[in-house]
C-alpha cells in the first residue's frame, strides 16, 4: 500500500491541524506584537530614532520575526519550529550561553 497525500479536508479534521491551545496564545502574542511595532513605528517614528539605532534594530528584529512566525504558522509550513528557535538558539549571534 502506498502513502498519499491527505486531501485537505483531511486535514483539518486532525485535531494537530487546528490551532488551538498554545500555538493559538502564541500567534495571538506574536500578531499583537508585530501590530504595535508597526503602529509604533508610523506615528512615534521620531521618538523611536531618538532612542538609538540600536533599539531601533531590536525593535525591527522583533516585528519582522513576529510577522514571520504568524505568516509561517498561518500556512503551516513544516520549517515553522526551526525557523522560531533560531532567534533563540544557543550559539546564535547576541547569545552569551555558548555550547
Do not use: H, N
Not at 485537505?8 to 506574536?30: F, H, I, N, S
Request: proline share 5%; with cysteine.
Amino acid at each position: 500500500m502506498a502513502w498519499r497525500d491527505m486531501t485537505e479536508q483531511e486535514a483539518t479534521t486532525r485535531p494537530e491541524a487546528r490551532l488551538g491551545g498554545a500555538l493559538l496564545w502564541m500567534v495571538l502574542a506574536a500578531a499583537v506584537l508585530c501590530t504595535v511595532v508597526v503602529a509604533g513605528s508610523l506615528f512615534a517614528f521620531e521618538q523611536l530614532r531618538q532612542i538609538g539605532i540600536k533599539y531601533m534594530i531590536a525593535v525591527g528584529f522583533a516585528g519582522v520575526w513576529s510577522a514571520v512566525f504568524v505568516v509561517m504558522t498561518l500556512l503551516r509550513l513544516r520549517a515553522t519550529p526551526l525557523v522560531a528557535s533560531a532567534a533563540s538558539s544557543p550559539g546564535s549571534p547576541g547569545d552569551s550561553r555558548r555550547p
